[in-house]
């Protein structure tokens, strides 16, 4: 029975161990992530030639930067980033940060809206199932900041 027990809490660990993981450092795990959770995942480079990755939420284009690179590689972490040419003052903007915690707005140099999400990975990897989670706030939140910034003030 012992015996049993052993192989069946080791098979737990392979298989906890197995689990697909994401990194900031390897932007092929966030690309495979994005596709496996059903979402549009485009791999290219910025002007600097730092990786990103394009991509769709409720409709809407988004870029994934990958921040804290060393030469263009080992990044740090990621941030989901969404623009739109509606105008958004910066009252209107606190409107929307002092109700939603996890992503912020803003009013770009045009003084046109967007909308910002970090996820810190501190040299480590997540597991799917966080980075999964991550991305469905990320879509509902895209949602919700499209009406927000057609809402009339």
């Not at 795990?29 to 939420?57: F, H, M, N, Q, W």
């Not at 997540?126 to 927000?148: C, H, N, Q, S, Y």
Request: proline letters at 3%; aromatic letters at 12%.
């Amino acid at each position: 029975m012992k015996m049993l027990v052993l192989a069946a809490l080791a098979s737990l660990s392979l298989a906890a161990q197995a689990e697909a993981q994401v990194r900031s450092s390897d932007p092929q795990s966030v690309a495979r992530a994005l596709k496996d959770a059903g979402y549009k995942s485009e791999l290219t480079k910025d002007g600097e030639g730092d990786p990103i990755i394009r991509s769709v939420a409720s409709g809407y284009k988004f870029t994934i930067f990958f921040l804290n690179c060393e030469a263009h590689r080992n990044c740090g972490d990621i941030q989901f980033y969404i623009g739109w040419t509606n105008k958004l003052s910066p009252e209107r903007a606190n409107v929307w940060n002092s109700k939603h915690r996890f992503a912020r707005a803003y009013s770009d140099g045009q003084g046109e809206a967007a909308l910002e999400y970090d996820v810190n990975f501190e040299d480590q990897a997540i597991p799917d199932a966080l980075f999964r989670k991550d991305l469905e706030l990320w879509d509902m939140l895209v949602g919700r900041f499209a009406t927000f910034v057609d809402e009339k003030p």
